[in-house]
C-alpha cells in the first residue's frame, strides 16, 4: 500500500503513512496486543511480553509517530510507541512515567 494511500497529510489525524516504516510490521501482534489487555496474562508472562514489545519500538524509527497516534487517538489498549495503556493515560494526564509506573 502506498504512502499516499495511507494518509492524507502529515499530522492529520487520519495519517497512516508511519506504519509503513514501523518495526512491529514484522512482529507477532500478541507482543502488542494480548490478553493482559483483558486481564487474563499471568503477571510474568506479561513482564516478559512487555519487554519484548519495548525492544521492538526502541529499534523502531516511527516510535514517535506511534506514540502519538495512540495518544491522539485514545488507544485504550496495547503497547504503542514502547508505552503501555497505563503510561499513556497518565502521559494524557500530565503526570511523569515515573509516577504512572509506580518506579
Not at 16 to 45: I, K, Y
Not at 53 to 76: I, M
Request: proline share 4%; with cysteine.
Amino acid at each position: 500500500m502506498s504512502r499516499a494511500r495511507l494518509g492524507a497529510r502529515q499530522g492529520d489525524l487520519t495519517d497512516f503513512s508511519w506504519q509503513v516504516d514501523a518495526a512491529c510490521r514484522t512482529a507477532d501482534p500478541e507482543l502488542f496486543f494480548a490478553a493482559e489487555d483483558l486481564g487474563h496474562e499471568p503477571p510474568a508472562r506479561a513482564a516478559e511480553r512487555m519487554r519484548a514489545a519495548r525492544e521492538v519500538c526502541v529499534a523502531c524509527q516511527v516510535s514517535r509517530a506511534c506514540l502519538s497516534y495512540a495518544l491522539r487517538h485514545r488507544e485504550p489498549v496495547g503497547i504503542w510507541g514502547g508505552r503501555t495503556a497505563d503510561e499513556r493515560r497518565a502521559l494524557l494526564a500530565g503526570q511523569s512515567l515515573a509516577v504512572a509506573v509506580g518506579s
